[in-house]
């Protein structure tokens, strides 16, 4: 059994920054790939920024020069640092992680229950 389990949301101004974190826990053998989605309300989920073993970054453009992923592979964990955040940037975020559970088995799709980030003065 794999778990996800965010931090880091909150209510922040425009311009203002948050970090979020989510850390993997279970039978994990090898994290091939992490990742950010977000869903604000009324709209469909959208990925964020992802990031795989020994890959680059990928951001949506609508986040890019603003937003940084980064890995943590020895604490199974995955942060968002969300800078110069707009009124558009509120969503429920939720990490995504694909895992292994085994040596033989094959890349599983996992997901965080969501943070709420709310920005808004």
């Known amino acids: 059994q794999v778990q996800l389990a965010e931090s880091g949301g909150g209510l922040v101004q425009p311009g203002g920054s948050l970090r979020l974190s989510c850390v993997a826990s279970g039978n994990i053998f090898n994290i091939y790939a992490m990742g950010w989605y977000r869903q604000a309300p009324g709209a469909q989920r959208e990925l964020v920024a992802a990031l795989t073993s020994g890959g680059s970054p990928h951001y949506a453009d609508s986040v890019k020069g603003r937003f940084t992923i980064s890995r943590d592979d020895a604490k199974n964990t995955v942060y968002l640092q969300m800078d110069s955040l707009k009124p558009g940037d509120t969503a429920v975020y939720s990490c995504?992680?694909?895992?292994?559970?085994?040596?033989?088995?094959?890349?599983?799709?996992?997901w965080g229950k969501g943070t709420l980030v709310t920005v808004s003065s």
């Open positions: 995504w992680m694909v895992i292994t559970t085994n040596i033989l088995g094959v890349g599983m799709d996992y």
